[in-house]
């Protein structure tokens, strides 16, 4: 599940890299993802993918039903809204997203903060210790930190997310990818 998913690029990336994969992407604005839904909904004999959906919802308010579906949910760049629930891993998003995954599911967030997000978070900037203090918060909701990191451009890559290739991550703009799972284990950070 891609949280925020925008154009869906990477759900459609996700659904085409193996059939029997259930990509599913949630935008609050439907018309982000418009396209992608199209395309997926075509015929497969014209490049339709029926194991790729489009979900026109806040990622805060999740519909009931998605209990342990999930071996992943991926939050990639979030701004406004997301971004703020996701750096202060608001009850609202991290509860439906914890509930949603399997015993060894994971998220992974790929955050960055440009000029226009920090009047709006209190982090200001996403340091170390800033990262560090995010993935204490998920902890909290249950969510420990698997994995904590500048993120690569092979991270970039990996996220499927067309906006992180147009900031150019890392090369013009630091990110950080975080990696939460329901079990705890140590991360040295």
Known sequence: MDLGTGDGAAVLRAARSDAHLLAIGVDADPSRSALASRRAARPP???GLPNALFLAAD???LP???GRTFDEVRIS???GSLLRATLSADVGLA???RQSLRPAGTVRLLLSLGDRDRPSVAEGQLTHAAAVTVAARW???GLHCLELRPATLKDVTQSGSSWAKR???PA??????LVLGTRSVPTGV
């Open 45 to 47: 004999r014209k490049g």
């Open 59 to 61: 990622a805060c308010s």
């Open 64 to 66: 009931d039903g998605l």
């Open 77 to 79: 760049l979030p701004w």
């Open 95 to 97: 509860e439906p997203i």
């Open 139 to 141: 902890s909290e909701r």
């Open 167 to 169: 900031l150019a991550i």
């Open 172 to 177: 013009r703009r630091d990110a950080w990818l």
